[in-house]
C-alpha cells in the first residue's frame, strides 16, 4: 500500500467518522437532526458543544483535503511561479535569447519529468538545439537531470527534463493552493 492510498484511506475514514461523531446524539438520545445543526450556532461552553465543533472543523478540513487531492489526482506536477526574459541579441530580432525559469511542484510521489514544448512563431525562425541548457536545484539535494529535446529546429521543439530521481514530496503540498509566488 502506497502513502498516496493509505493518506485517502485516512482521509475518508476521518470524514465518515467525524459526520458519526456529530450526528451521533441524533442516535442515541431523542435529539433530532435540525436540532443537532442549529446547537452549533447557540454556544454553550460544555464540552459537548466543543467537541462538536472541533468534529465540524475535522469534517471540514477532511472534506478540503479529499477534494484537492481528487482534483490533482491526475496532474503529477504543478507551475506555481514563471518568469521569462527574451533578450534581443540583433536589433532587427535575428537572433534572440530566451530564459526562462519556473518554480515546480510535484503533486505526486514519484515525479521524475516536466514536458515543455515550443514553436518558432517565424518562416526564418530556429531554435537551436545545441544552445539549449538547462538546471535543477532543490535547497539540501542534489538533483541529477538531463533533457530529451526532439523535433525540428524550424518548427514545433518537445522537451522534456528528466530527473534520475523523484523530484521532492510531501504529501500536504497539493493542500496549498495555487497562488503566485512572488
Known amino acids: ?18 459526520i458519526i461523531g456529530i450526528l451521533q446524539p441524533a442516535f442515541s438520545t431523542n435529539i433530532g ?28 478540513a477532511s472534506c478540503y483535503s479529499f477534494l484537492v487531492r481528487m482534483i490533482f489526482r491526475k496532474t503529477p506536477l504543478s507551475v506555481i511561479w514563471t518568469e521569462a526574459a527574451i533578450k ?8 534572440v535569447i530566451s ?13 521524475t519529468a516536466f514536458f ?5 512563431g517565424s518562416t526564418k525562425g530556429k531554435l537551436p538545439h545545441n544552445r539549449i541548457e538547462s538546471s535543477a536545484y ?16 524550424t518548427g514545433t521543439t518537445e522537451i522534456i527534463h528528466i530527473f534520475k530521481n523523484s523530484l521532492p514530496y510531501i504529501w500536504y503540498m497539493p493542500l496549498i493552493p495555487k497562488l503566485g509566488y512572488k
Not at 534581443?88 to 537572433?95: A, L, N
Not at 530564459?99 to 515525479?111: G, I
Request: proline share 2%; hydrophobic share 45%.
Open 1 to 18: 500500500m502506497t502513502k498516496s492510498t493509505l493518506v485517502s484511506i485516512i482521509n475518508v475514514a476521518l470524514i465518515l467518522g467525524t
Open 88 to 95: 534581443f541579441q540583433k536589433r532587427d530580432g535575428s537572433e
Open 99 to 111: 530564459y526562462k525559469e519556473q518554480l515546480l511542484r510535484a503533486n505526486q510521489p514519484s515525479v
Open 33 to 60: 437532526l435540525t436540532q443537532i445543526i442549529l446547537s452549533l450556532f447557540y454556544p454553550e461552553w460544555t464540552q459537548e458543544f466543543l467537541m462538536r465543533w472541533l468534529l465540524v472543523i475535522v469534517l471540514i
Open 138 to 153: 532543490c535547497a539540501g539535494d542534489n538533483i541529477d537531470h538531463y533533457l530529451d529535446i526532439s523535433g525540428k529546429e
Open 116 to 120: 515543455n514544448s515550443y514553436t518558432v
